[in-house]
């Protein structure tokens, strides 16, 4: 199976800061990489599928990079909504599995 | 609104078992894979199942291959996930998720989750 790990795994970052998330494939996944977003006690949002398209409805501050192996998700400026857990999760292949996540807190 | 709607969750003893529901509406199901995904309390998510649109093709995670079974019945617009041999392991939310279109590939719809909790 190809294994997902997510950078840092938690981060704390004020209202405005500009807030990079890295994720790595343990093999080649072309571009088949999603990002999605969950707050607590609901379910996951889909923020960012194939590496850098944005999901309709999502705010253009996110934005997602990388092929091959290593992949970004970037917040231009973090907004109190924002506030979450982060998950990778590659759709190359089956099992699609997610990275470990990254929990952005409130500095 | 498109939207999944999850039922069937409660507390179940080990070794028992439980039959988890997802109701679609406001799209065609049927034109859709479905996928089951499951979040232990305090952990990540990790993918379960997945079940083509008309359900002739289905996929395991190996931790639940041999005693989950995924089906739908799409005049219902209904997904399913069938639980035998429960472990403790397996107490998490169970959350339902469409799979988009060929070109997006990602969880674009999800349910609220439902809760499945293994105990004696």
């Known amino acids: 199976d190809i294994q997902m790990t997510q950078s840092p795994s938690s981060l704390s970052a004020s209202v405005g800061d500009r807030v990079t998330i890295t994720c790595r494939a343990s093999?080649?996944?072309?571009?088949?990489l999603n990002w999605y977003h969950q707050k607590p006690g609901k379910a996951p949002k889909l923020l960012i599928y194939a590496a850098s398209s944005l999901q309709s409805g999502v705010p253009s501050r996110f934005s997602g990079s990388g092929s091959g192996t290593d992949f970004t998700l970037t917040i231009s400026s973090l907004q109190p909504e924002d506030f979450a857990t982060y998950y990778c999760q590659q759709s190359y292949t089956t099992p699609r599995v997610f990275g470990g996540g990254t929990k952005v807190e409130i500095k | 609104e498109v939207q999944l709607v999850e039922s069937g969750g409660g507390l179940v003893q080990p070794g028992g078992s439980l039959r988890l529901s997802c109701a679609a509406s406001?799209?065609?199901?049927?034109?859709?894979?479905m996928h089951w995904v499951r979040q232990a309390p305090g952990k990540g998510l990790v993918w379960v199942s997945r079940i083509n649109g008309d359900g002739s093709s289905t996929n395991y995670a190996d931790s639940v291959k041999g005693r989950f079974t995924i089906s739908r019945d799409n005049a219902q617009n209904t997904l399913f996930l069938q639980m035998n041999s429960l472990r403790a392991e397996d107490t998490a939310v169970y959350y339902c998720a469409r799979e988009g279109f060929s070109g997006v590939r990602a969880f674009d719809i999800w349910g609220q989750g439902t809760m499945v909790t293994v105990s004696s």
């Open positions: 093999q080649s996944i072309s571009s088949y």
């Open positions: 406001r799209f065609t199901f049927s034109n859709y894979w």
